[in-house]
């Protein structure tokens, strides 16, 4: 492939909220787990796991679930800051409703070696626990 075939791939890629009723057979779910398994990852860790949801009863608790704790926050006081924000956020909240599947990602406990060193000493000093400050807002599991 030209790399001009791939920056077309690449920039045509968008997030969809609308599916179709068909369902997405087990090969081309399993194909799809496959290929974001070769994903780059910390330390090549591959802390990763992948559920498979295609029951709709399942699917619609998940969406119900999610949707009532998005409800829930926008009702607070301190969510009225931000109210346009939220009330976006709130209406996709469930987007996966209608899905006819779901991936749920999830990700395994997992500390860099520099993490491991950063969390003995941060208690004793501000420098690693100013390193240990950046690195909790983009933790290496992720
Ligand atoms: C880590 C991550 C989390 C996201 N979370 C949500 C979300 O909670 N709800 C949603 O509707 N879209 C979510 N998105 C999709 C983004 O809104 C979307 O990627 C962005 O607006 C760009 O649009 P595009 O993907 O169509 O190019 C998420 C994307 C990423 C990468």
Known sequence: MDIWTLEKWIKSRRSIRKWKKDEV????????????TWA????????????????????????????????RIASWPEA??????VKRY??????????????GVFISEYRSVMDKVLLVREAADPMASRIMRFRRTAPTAI
């Open 25 to 36: 057979s087990d090969a081309l779910l399993k194909k799809a787990i496959e290929l974001a």
């Open 80 to 85: 009225r800051s931000w109210e346009e924000d």
């Open 40 to 71: 780059p990852n910390g330390g090549n860790y591959q802390g990763w796991y992948f559920v498979v949801v295609k029951n709709k009863e399942v699917i619609r608790k998940m969406a119900d679930t999610v949707q009532s704790a998005a409800d």
């Open 90 to 103: 709130q209406k996709n909240a469930s987007f996966y409703r209608d899905a006819p599947a779901c991936i």
